[in-house]
């Protein structure tokens, strides 16, 4: 008697990504700090892109980030462009404060002929432009409207076609395909309510009868409504995903200390003549939070804090010639005199080879540079040439083994 088999399945998993899509997440984490779902966003429209399965006539994506100032939104945009591109200036990025007025959005696409000075007047999104960067294997461009909601309702209503039907009319007819873009929008509205609904009761401390996931719920929906009394619904409907991203909170900041000094060091190991290592004590890098920790204000101004106390002493030193190539420098925190301290650990601690090796190491634990190696400036390389590697008179304190090329 014959019976009917039932064909064998097999179990799938579709939440495991592609090996390239891995690699993007896990550079995108190193670089951006707290912000979970504008990491999985951004993610999720790239391993579409590789898998070939966007919508046809239809952007890759249209994000819209909401939150407060220094929270993250401009900057994962340009970090996503660093890793994929090698540039975080590989994105178009518009202003918007530029386009308050309906007659400015000739600077975006152009003057129609038969104007005065059309011919002078070059619209920003050309299909060259949106090229640019392009890679053979990796034709995606990243376009950006920073702080859309000062921009005039002329600029919204072109807005509506382009998130829609991935395409723009320039002044002279040409039409720009924009079926290979990202295409993100910021803005700030509802900062200022989550500021205050921030500062009321939590700070940078989660108090018990305020749990962090109460607060963040509180966030988002403040964001959303500042957001959809705003832009009409027929401009939400077009996005893809509405991202909030949250206030940055004492240990997130953290992070991003010790990334953003990570990258002062950087600055320093890629200059002419001032090759040399730093590290930063505890108690200096105390102050240097409690310096730059602002509501208002976020990462950005725990960043300014770095340029006042760390760059600029640093440049100083540099100029006079008090630091030279292969030394090793202590910042450190004097509470009797209330100010932080340079004091050098040994001078030619760390040859130009060891300087190298570190970089090397940092870069394969880190995964930093997005796949691409970190040599050593030009100018470490010929002294190398000359100078034989010797033992340090004391002993090298080595860079942070967290250290990551990242910012917020």
């Not at 009917?4 to 690699?23: F, I, V």
């Not at 294997?137 to 509506?160: C, G, P, R, T, V």
């Amino acid at each position: 008697m014959r019976t009917n088999q039932q064909p064998q399945r097999s179990s799938l998993d579709p939440t495991r990504r592609s090996l390239e899509s891995q690699e993007f997440e896990a550079s995108l984490r190193q670089k951006i700090v707290g912000q979970e779902e504008g990491i999985r966003a951004v993610v999720d429209l790239y391993q579409v892109f590789c898998a070939q399965m966007c919508a046809t006539g239809r952007p890759v994506g249209n994000l819209l980030f909401l939150g407060p100032t220094g929270s993250g939104k401009t900057r994962i945009v340009e970090a996503a462009a660093e890793i994929l591109f090698g540039d975080p200036r590989a994105v178009i990025k518009l202003d918007c404060a530029e386009f308050q007025h309906s007659h400015e959005i000739a600077k975006l696409i152009g003057s129609p002929p038969g104007y005065l000075g059309h011919r002078e007047t070059h619209p920003l999104i050309t299909q060259e432009e949106l090229a640019k960067h392009h890679k053979e294997n990796l034709k995606l461009s990243f376009l950006l409207f920073d702080e859309i909601e000062k921009a005039s309702d002329a600029l919204w209503q072109l807005l509506l076609g382009m998130l829609d039907k991935a395409t723009l009319t320039l002044g002279d007819n040409r039409r720009v395909d924009l079926s290979q873009t990202m295409i993100f929008l910021t803005s700030n509205l509802g900062g200022g309510e989550i500021t205050d609904m921030i500062t009321g009761g939590m700070g940078f401390v989660q108090p018990g009868h305020k749990p962090a996931e109460v607060l963040d719920g509180k966030v988002e929906r403040t964001a959303q409504e500042a957001a959809r009394r705003k832009f009409s619904p027929e401009f939400m409907n077009r996005l893809d995903k509405i991202v909030v991203f949250h206030p940055l909170r004492a240990r997130q900041l953290e992070q991003i200390l010790e990334i953003e000094l990570d990258m002062v060091q950087r600055r320093l190991l890629d200059t002419a003549r001032g090759q040399f290592l730093f590290r930063v004590a505890p108690a200096a890098k105390a102050f240097l939070l409690r310096e730059g920790t602002d509501l208002k204000y976020g990462a950005r101004h725990l960043k300014r804090a770095i340029e006042r106390h760390i760059v600029y002493p640093l440049a100083n030193l540099l100029a006079t010639e008090q630091v030279r190539l292969g030394d090793m420098l202590c910042v450190d925190w004097d509470e009797r005199e209330q100010r932080l301290i340079f004091e050098k650990e040994g001078e030619g601690a760390v040859l130009p080879v060891a300087v190298r090796t570190i970089l090397s190491a940092n870069d394969q634990a880190a995964g930093a540079t997005g796949g691409k190696p970190t040599e050593a400036p030009a100018s470490v390389a010929a002294r190398e040439a000359q100078a034989p590697v010797a033992l340090p008179p004391v002993t090298p304190i080595p860079a942070p083994a967290n250290r990551r090329k990242n910012d917020t």
